[in-house]
């Protein structure tokens, strides 16, 4: 999982975000279904 990365269910849906200076940026929204590990990997 990145560094810093938070998530939160909705719905059917996980949504997969990060604090930035001005709110929130959301990263990535994955159906609850698909491989999370696979779709928000730390990158190298």
Do not use: N, W
């Amino acid at each position: 999982m990145r560094s810093g990365c938070l998530s939160d269910p909705a719905g059917c849906h996980i949504i997969f975000y990060r604090h930035a200076d001005e709110g929130i940026e959301v990263i990535r929204i994955l159906h609850s279904s698909m491989d999370t590990q696979r779709h928000v990997a730390e990158k190298e």
